[in-house]
């Protein structure tokens, strides 16, 4: 079946850069995420990539993907204490109706 | 507007109780969901309305029963619960649902109604 799998902590400190890697298992997705949920919160989208591209910039945030190996990475440029958060990477399942798998979660810890 | 507003924010229970969860949004999604999340995992997929009809249930137990009366809100109705269906439970939103687009997975969620059963 799908999976989704991340590294289930990251601390860094504040200014130096973040990444965050996900694998996961469905060749047909055509979409992934990455939400972020803050404590006592919602999950808020941060940015997707399609499956067709290779990376995608978004001011602080990059996405890497690698479809040949299917592991996805976000990049967090000069991390900031309020990045602290838990991040998910989500696929859409193409046979699903694109019904979202998430992965376990990366808690980030910024360290000042 | 680009919120979706869940009540109560927080919400104690007994097993014999009767409660319900609320949750509006005013984007004009047409497809609306319940997640249930417990501490520190991701949150578990429950029920998906699109257009108003019940597209989706994950297999979950009946004293969980959803509601959509319409396009802009979605209720939970809550009854003989048990202490381990304690959790967060997320309200979100989608332009659509159904299609394999950018937009079926660009979710709009709510911050959430903390559920604790006694």
């Known amino acids: 079946g799908e999976d989704v799998e991340q590294s289930l902590f990251l601390s860094v400190r504040e200014g130096d850069s973040s990444v965050i890697n996900c694998t996961y298992t469905?060749?047909?997705?055509?979409?992934l995420y990455w939400y972020k949920q803050e404590p006592g919160a919602g999950l808020q989208l941060l940015t997707y990539i399609f499956s067709n591209m290779d990376m995608k910039q978004d001011q602080r945030l990059t996405v890497l993907l690698n479809k040949k190996d299917k592991h996805l990475s976000l990049r967090i440029a000069d991390t900031q204490t309020g990045d602290s958060a838990i991040y998910f990477c989500a696929e859409s399942i193409y046979n699903q109706g694109g019904k979202l798998i998430f992965g376990q979660g990366t808690e980030l810890s910024v360290k000042p | 507007d680009t919120e979706v507003t869940q009540t109560p924010k927080h919400l104690v229970m007994g097993m014999t109780n009767k409660k319900s969860l609320k949750c509006e949004q005013h984007m004009g999604h047409r497809a609306m969901y319940w997640y249930k999340q417990k501490a520190k995992k991701p949150p578990e997929l429950m029920f998906v309305?699109?257009?108003?009809?019940?597209?989706i249930n994950e297999s979950v137990p009946s004293r969980f029963s959803p509601e959509c009366p319409n396009s802009s809100l979605l209720n939970l109705h809550l009854h003989a619960l048990q202490p381990e269906d304690s959790a967060l439970y997320l309200c979100?939103?989608?332009?659509?649902?159904?299609?394999?687009?950018?937009?079926?997975?660009?979710?709009?969620f709510g911050e959430g109604s903390r559920l604790t059963v006694l």
């Open positions: 469905d060749s047909s997705s055509t979409y």
């Open positions: 979100a939103s989608s332009q659509d649902y159904g299609l394999a687009k950018r937009r079926a997975g660009e979710l709009f």
């Open positions: 309305y699109s257009y108003e009809k019940l597209s």
